[in-house]
């Protein structure tokens, strides 16, 4: 039996899902906006009533079990501390709720400000710090309550960027350091890489894909999956070397394993892989789409375009500023996203 267990059912917000974890497992929740992420978290905290649930812990069954008692605490992006009180009391504030001494519970409350490393600002209240300090305090605030299960909803998504890294390393060292088993919801692929050793995909409510971080990242096999993962992934079924998509075909690498003709499965190629042309070329065995684009942006090296397929969907191609140049796109205008069929793996479902 795992450490934790949870199944869920609230048909209002459409969720209906089931997870399980190791104790000490750090997992990362994905999953498009309104996929029920946040529901989930608060049904397993007992802050939500859903319609149907079973949630284990540590061998308790927490169905009947008030949020307070259920030694799960839940983290989100705004650290909600009392305004009135320091932060030694704020982080003091859960053992002494559990009838901790008040001088037993300050001495936990100054462990754990030191453990994220901001012990000098004890007795400062919330409005004299920075955000970045602040959420700090709130992880040790709720470190300090002795939890079981650790939710964390997307604890760094008000933060700067060199704030959120920061913290990112702060967080990756106490979990580790602590052994807390953890469910954290983001929508940043640096907060998986540097935190969880374990991906569950959230889409409209049904937990759809779940894995180690590695296997999931490489070969993805749910479209959310791949989207975080930063590749293409066009689902159909499979015949030998082709994936079918209605009436749009894929040539890729087949399976290993074979799989059986007909089978469900996907496609997975990379971004960086895909070739943009005014005119459908010619050659050796390739996949070449005329797709529609939808979308451009810059990043580090160069320059996505999003195209749409009328059969296989949103597809990515990167290329270079030179090269988008040179093609002179806009949003709507048709172009050939052309990709080797040695580039394309395929995967049974």
């Not at 969880?196 to 995909?201: F, G, H, K, P, T």
């Amino acid at each position: 039996m795992s450490w934790f267990e949870a199944r869920v059912r609230l048909a209002q917000r459409g969720l209906d899902a089931s997870l399980e974890l190791a104790e000490g497992e750090v997992a990362v929740l994905i999953g498009p906006n309104g996929s029920g992420k946040s529901s989930l978290l608060k049904v397993v905290s007992g802050l939500l009533t859903p319609d149907e649930a079973r949630v284990r812990l540590a061998g308790r069954d927490l169905d009947r079990v008030p949020a307070h008692r259920r030694r799960v605490v839940q983290l989100t992006q705004q650290p909600k501390l009392f305004p009135h009180l320091s932060l030694l009391d704020n982080v003091a504030f859960a053992p002494r709720a559990a009838g901790t001494s008040r001088q037993r519970a300050a001495e936990r409350a100054k462990e754990f400000l030191a453990l994220v490393g901001i012990p000098e600002l004890a007795q400062r209240r919330p409005v004299e710090v920075s955000g970045g300090q602040a959420q700090r305090a709130a992880i040790a605030r709720a470190l300090a309550a002795e939890p079981q299960l650790l939710l964390l909803d997307e604890p760094f998504a008000a933060l700067d960027v060199e704030v959120a890294a920061e913290l990112r390393q702060v967080l990756r060292r106490v979990l580790r350091e602590t052994g807390r088993t953890t469910v954290l919801v983001t929508h940043d692929l640096l907060d998986a890489l540097a935190l969880a050793e374990r991906i569950l995909v959230l889409e409209q409510g049904k937990l759809v894909e779940q894995g180690p971080l590695r296997e999931i990242l490489s070969r993805p096999r749910s479209r959310f999956g791949a989207r975080f993962a930063g590749v293409n992934l066009v689902a159909g079924e499979l015949w030998g070397t082709e994936l079918r998509s209605g009436d749009g075909v894929v040539l890729g690498r087949p399976p290993t394993p074979a799989a059986a003709p007909g089978a469900s499965g996907v496609a997975l190629f990379r971004p960086a892989a895909v070739s943009v042309h005014l005119q459908p070329p010619h050659g050796s065995p390739r996949n070449s789409w005329l797709v529609r684009l939808a979308g451009v942006e810059a990043y580090a090296e160069g320059v996505r375009l999003r195209g749409t397929h009328q059969e296989l969907g949103e597809l990515s191609a990167d290329i270079t500023a030179a090269a988008a140049a040179e093609l002179n796109l806009t949003i709507g205008d048709g172009c050939w996203f052309v990709v080797k069929a040695q580039e394309v793996e395929l995967l049974e479902r």
